[in-house]
């Protein structure tokens, strides 16, 4: 399978692709998609399945202010600044500018929502923490996406919870991590061994943490929504 889908067959996840997601997809998401699958790290990239998952709890949720960890080339920032209204704002951290700048940006202007995104080009932790020491910043975030280092996804989350209101949503992607997690360690691909202990640990974390309410569903390789409670 040459996706990140957990679904079982390439034919059922051709199927969801061709019927509700590709007819779906603005043309400018299509050219970021494909340009996207053209990079060597192309793996990395939001699916676009996910993407439309993304767009609907933004519009469900009504989000205006959002933060985004994690960027490469931004599809999953378009999608997000497409499903912002005009006056939308989102905090995009990266530590790398490169491939946003040479794939991402010039698609992103051309649709038209460059304005609505301040890409901060910095290690997350001390640029969360920097926002945190404004408290007019506490509580005003209405979602948040993930899609970073998955060693620091615990500390990522107790910067968000309080960035994001109560009522809040942060995503949480790759928390399956394509199915390794219920794999005996023997079997896993050795790639992919590393990360896995973390998001293994993370999401008993997210299991135990009263603070919020959490649905973990298999779209893509496995995304945890959580909704911040207190």
Known sequence: MGHKSLLQTDDLYKYIL???VFPREPELLKELRTAN???PMGVMGVPPDEGQFIQMILKLV??????EVGVFTG????????ALPED?????IDVDKKAYEEIGLPIIRRAGVEHKINFVQSPALPF????????KNEGSYDFAFVDADKNNYSNYHERLLKLVKVGGVIVYDNTLWGG???KDES?????MKYFRQFVMKFNQILATDRRIEISQIPVADGVTICRRLC
């Open 18 to 20: 061709e019927t509700s």
């Open 37 to 39: 699958e053209g990079h």
């Open 62 to 67: 009504n989000a205006k202010k959002t933060i």
């Open 75 to 82: 599809y999953s920032l378009l999608e997000t600044a497409l």
């Open 88 to 92: 939308g704002q989102i905090t995009a």
């Open 128 to 135: 969360l923490d920097e926002l945190l020491e404004d408290p």
């Open 180 to 182: 390794s997690v219920a």
């Open 187 to 191: 079997l896993v691909e050795e790639y």
